[in-house]
């Protein structure tokens, strides 16, 4: 149950809340993956799934979304927050990456995928557009199919004091996302940010507080250093970090942007 850190053979723990976002946090495990919830926001603030490329199973993809019950509904953000607008239920775990092992294993874990927890709201040209979140989960999911790779891959929304209100949550405008796999015995990882400000429409559209990553448009997709993330997020994440294969001197030119999947480093 729920997200080994020991899975890829070397450590590699998921990213840690700081000490006050983890007394408002939730540690919920289910198949192959594990949400941390800030019931403060109600939304992820780190997910961790274990991948097993050559035991992937290819299911239905189905549309059951529930709410958690081992939790309060008031500290999801459930059904009510994608209704009757342009908002999709996004996967922050991909439906596809914890659906492997045995059949029934499989389908449980993909039924899985489909809880409130584990959901954010992505404007629908960000969560289903080829060119940016899908295309680049896809293209991280055929790498270890392909390869027969293990991966532990780490996604969430960027929970900025400045994402836009909301039906009383407020809308992530950044996501994030770190694959992390054995290369030879050694811990490797990269990072990604991608963005949905220019697609997301709210009554009370909030700008996010300027900083000094670049600005992000509505179909671009950035490999970034895995300290970047730790920083944006406050996630404490020194593991990920140290192993970190974008060169050091690639990462102190700026974010990489992607054209397309042979750009990505892994």
Do not use: C
């Not at 961790?48 to 709410?67: A, E, K, Q, T, Y």
């Amino acid at each position: 149950m729920g997200f080994d850190t020991q899975f890829l053979g070397v450590p590699a723990p998921m990213p840690r809340a700081g000490e006050v976002e983890a007394a408002a946090s939730v540690d919920l495990e289910y198949l192959h993956f594990s949400v941390v919830l800030d019931t403060v926001r109600r939304l992820a603030r780190v997910t961790g799934v274990n991948v097993d490329g050559p035991s992937l199973i290819d299911l239905p993809r189905g549309d059951d979304w529930r709410l958690d019950e081992r939790i309060p509904a008031d500290w999801q953000a459930g059904p009510e927050i994608y209704a009757r607008n342009d908002f999709d239920r996004g996967h922050l775990v991909r439906r596809r990456d914890p659906v492997w092992g045995a059949p029934e294993i499989a389908a449980r874990a993909n039924a899985e995928t489909f809880r409130y927890p584990n959901a954010a709201p992505q404007a629908s040209g960000f969560n289903q557009s080829k060119e940016l979140w899908l295309g680049l989960e896809d293209h991280v999911l055929e790498h270890a199919e392909v390869y027969g790779l293990r991966l532990s891959v780490f996604t969430a929304p960027v929970l900025a004091a400045g994402d836009p209100p909301y039906r009383g949550i407020r809308v992530p405008l950044r996501f994030w996302k770190v694959v992390a796999w054995n290369d030879g015995g050694r811990l490797a990882t990269t990072a990604f940010v991608v963005d949905q400000a220019p697609l997301v429409d709210t009554s009370e559209v909030v700008a996010p507080t300027p900083g000094e990553t670049p600005p992000l448009g509505p179909f671009r997709t950035f490999q970034v250093p895995v300290s970047d993330v730790a920083e944006l997020t406050g996630l404490v994440m020194p593991e990920l970090e140290a192993a970190d294969v974008l060169p050091v001197t690639v990462a102190v030119t700026g974010w990489r942007q992607l054209a397309g999947a042979g750009d990505i480093r892994l």
